[in-house]
T-cell receptor
Framework: GAGVSQSPSNKVTEKGKDVELRCDPI?????LYWYRQRLGQGLEFLIY????????KSGLPSDRFSAERTGESVSTLTIQRTQQEDSAVYLC????????????FGPGTRLLVL | RKEVEQDPGPFNVPEGATVAFNCTYS??????FFWYRQDCRKEPKLLMS???SGNEDGRFTAQLNRASQYISLLIRDSKLSDSATYLC????????????FGTGTSLTVIP
């Protein structure tokens, strides 16, 4: 079956612009996670959604970052007024149940802020 | 203290060698444990879950030691294709349903 997909695969933007990253989870997966991975670093948790519950936003680094999810489908991560330190790979993962079940990752969006 | 800690390596081993990685975790309430593999410029992919009694999948063996709060991964008969970064993943049930990832251990298998 189809895995997690993300778009765009690469994004180059200028400092100060807003960007929107998209994640399509595996069908039927109620949990969806966003992570950030800077070059040569580990995965940094940003936010997760579980069904219709309030999302856990505790990992968002600043109020420039926000994410939405419509039901149990697509999610978008928005970064406003991008900064050079936002340059990273943004990874999305989905699973059948938050905090317990295996996560399956999408290929990521490589963001470069000039 | 970090939630999950791994020796970053790098581990450089010859083909056919046996290599082991450990990962320590800080939350005694953690219940779900995984090893993921991440190739250069790729997303992490599940290698195996780690069960309380330990589990084996071909050349890979995972162990859990709850008393000492660590998990291990043993790779036997290393192949060139095993070269990757191995990520330890632990859940945190009493601080939300997050997963915590280690920073990874780099393995290079040398011909």
């Amino acid at each position: 079956g189809a895995g997690v997909s993300q778009s765009p695969s690469n994004k180059v933007t200028e400092k100060g612009k807003d960007v929107e990253l998209r994640c399509d989870p595996i069908s039927g997966h109620t949990a969806l996670y966003w992570y950030r991975q800077r070059l040569g670093q580990g995965l940094e948790f940003l936010i997760y959604f579980q069904g219709n519950s309030a999302p856990d936003k505790s990992g968002l680094p600043s109020d420039r970052f926000s994410a939405e999810r419509t039901g149990e489908s697509v999610s978008t991560l928005t970064i406003q007024r991008t900064q050079q330190e936002d340059s990273a790979v943004y990874l999305c993962a989905s699973s059948t149940l938050a905090g317990v079940a295996t996560q399956y990752f999408g290929p990521g969006t490589r963001l470069l802020v000039l | 203290r970090k939630e999950v800690e791994q020796d970053p390596g790098p581990f450089n081993v010859p083909e056919g060698a046996t290599v082991a990685f450990n990962c320590t975790y800080s939350n005694s309430a953690s219940q779900s444990f995984f090893w993921y593999r991440q190739d250069c410029r790729k997303e992490p992919k599940l290698l195996m879950s780690v069960y309380s009694s330990g589990n084996e999948d071909g050349r890979f063996t995972a162990q859990l030691n709850r008393a000492s709060q660590y998990i291990s991964l043993l790779i036997r008969d290393s192949k060139l294709s095993d070269s990757a970064t191995y990520l330890c993943v632990v859940n945190s049930p009493n601080t939300g349903n997050q997963f915590y990832f280690g920073t990874g251990t780099s393995l290079t298998v040398i011909p």
